[in-house]
Nanobody, 115 residues
């Protein structure tokens, strides 16, 4: 049974930081590309950042220079470090793992940026 479990969300003030984690089980983690996506109320889910099995990264323009995606294959975990958070970063953040035709999603974690 494949599980992706996100954690680390919460309420933070503008300019603050958070680190999200996504722990994977049931997959050969180091073979999977991993990604973070987010969905704000009334909006479509959008890509935030991805990291390939080889460690190459890609970011949405809106988060470049502020967010960093990384992975620890020994812990089967992918991270999203978020700095300089803005109110427009408020959303539910989802973790996704993909390989060939397979993809799996986590249940999401809420991030709220507000003073």
């Amino acid at each position: 049974q494949v599980q992706l479990v996100e954690s680390g969300g919460g309420l933070v003030q503008p300019g603050g930081s958070l680190r999200l984690s996504c722990a994977a089980s049931g997959i050969i983690f180091n073979r999977y590309a991993m990604g973070w996506y987010r969905q704000a109320p009334g909006k479509q889910r959008e890509l935030v950042a991805t990291i390939t099995s080889g460690g190459s990264t890609n970011y949405a323009d809106s988060v470049k220079g502020r967010f960093t995606i990384s992975r620890d294959n020994a812990k089967n975990t992918v991270y999203l470090r978020m700095n300089s958070l803005k109110p427009e970063d408020t959303a539910v953040y989802y973790c996704k793992g993909g390989r060939l035709e397979r993809e799996y999603w986590g249940q999401g974690t809420q991030v709220t940026v507000s003073s």
